[in-house]
């Protein structure tokens, strides 16, 4: 092994070069089902968050109150179950039972899924975490329900679950790159078939380095937030 | 319903791919169990190593645990297991999983224990010692008890994450739990084995994730 190896194989600029527009296309996808999945993702774990605060409160039946089991155990399961094997539940075995969903929305649905899950635990510790003293006050000087929710309590449970916030977009995010494995075309996909059709590592290399220029910064935010949240 | 119960709760299918998925589960709580091992271990050196505060080799670390925390690992596996080979290091798919998942996990497990490391002032070593206190026991009495508070519960997690990231190994062909699900339904045509796969992971990382839970809560603020 010498250095003109090294870079013929791993950083040769030709194949470099000769790949990235497929590559940079690839990314666009990516970015397409991360964009999809963290807003409806975040905006699932809200609702649910919310509901399952609302549905908890003491002075409900408890018929209301058991309404909390069901969002429990969406929560548990998809954070126990490995995003691959979601993925790939959905998108192979859901279609014997009639639910055929293209590539890219059985991408979407999966992360969407998963991300709802995680963020509504975030979300609900935000909540939770909001003195009860608060809600009382809002609530006795007249305020609604629903009004002492949205004006009072998520935005700064917002701030609270700021940080985790970011780590889990972050979380998310890289497992993107998972939607290669049932042939949705994102950077990865093209980078292995572009690796393959070369006979050159090259391109395994480009995505890694569009990856980690697309998350370096993130990663560093995450960190920033968590320390400056912690003082 | 019957179509459901058929495609999905087949007990015939499932009768028969079960020997395929019990050598599978085998395989991932293998590779689990040794990454994890190697990821804490390499985490544990690492943060010890930074706490020397050697500026040129700290450079270094902060570099390696933000470029694999940015890194997608599936990106990892497939660097190890499909280019490092063009360079001359070829190593058989169970140990480039294992690689690969150490890698990552080290990654994660060196922030880890350098929070824990540095939530414990040099002072309160000091003061045990001088109270005559040995070192065994200011470590035992003193430091380890404070830093487990800190490490425990995103340690716990970690060790979650990683262990779902072992079906990463799926992707560069390892037998594990997942391949040998996705080699099952092909064979059977019935994606039982597939649904059955998502119930072993279940079976076995939901007690992981209730514990977080109850770690997350019992050392809050810390």
Known sequence: ?231 | MEALIHNFFNVEIMYKAKYLLWLGFKVTLQLSFVSLIFAILVGLLLAFVRSFRNRFINVLIIIYVDLFRALPTIILFMLVYFAWPYFGISLPRYWSAVVALTINGAAYFEEIFRAGIEAIDEGQREAARALGLSFPQTMFSVVLPQAIVVVLPPATSNSLELIKTTVLASVIALPELMKQAQQAHGFFANPTPLIAAALIFLAFLWPLVRLVGVLERKYKQA
């Open chain 1, 1 to 231: 092994m010498n250095f003109q190896d090294l870079f013929y194989y791993f950083f040769n600029i030709r194949v470099f070069i000769d790949t990235l527009p497929d590559l940079l296309q690839g990314l666009v996808v990516t970015i397409e089902i991360a964009a999809l999945s963290l807003i409806l993702g975040f905006v699932l774990g809200l609702i649910l968050a919310v509901i399952r605060v609302a549905v908890k409160r003491p002075r409900n039946l408890l018929i209301i109150r058991l309404l909390n089991i069901p969002i429990a155990l969406y929560v548990d399961v998809l954070r126990s179950i490995p995003p691959l094997v979601i993925l790939i539940v959905v998108y192979y075995a859901l279609p014997y039972i009639g639910m055929l969903i293209p590539r890219f929305w059985s991408a979407v649905l999966t992360f969407v899924v998963i991300l709802s899950a995680f963020s509504e635990e975030i979300f609900r510790a935000g909540i939770e975490a909001i003195d009860r003293g608060q809600i009382e006050a809002a609530r006795s000087l007249g305020l609604s329900y629903i009004k002492t929710m949205s004006y009072v309590v998520i935005p700064q449970a917002f701030r609270i679950a700021l940080p985790p916030m970011t780590s889990r977009m972050i979380a998310i995010t890289k497992d993107v790159s998972l939607a290669s494995v049932i042939g949705v075309a994102d950077v990865l996909k093209k980078a292995r078939a572009a690796q393959a059709f070369l006979a050159n590592p090259t391109p395994l290399f480009s995505a890694a380095l569009l990856f980690t220029i697309l998350f370096l910064p993130l990663v560093r935010l995450s960190m920033y937030l968590e320390k400056k949240l912690a003082e």
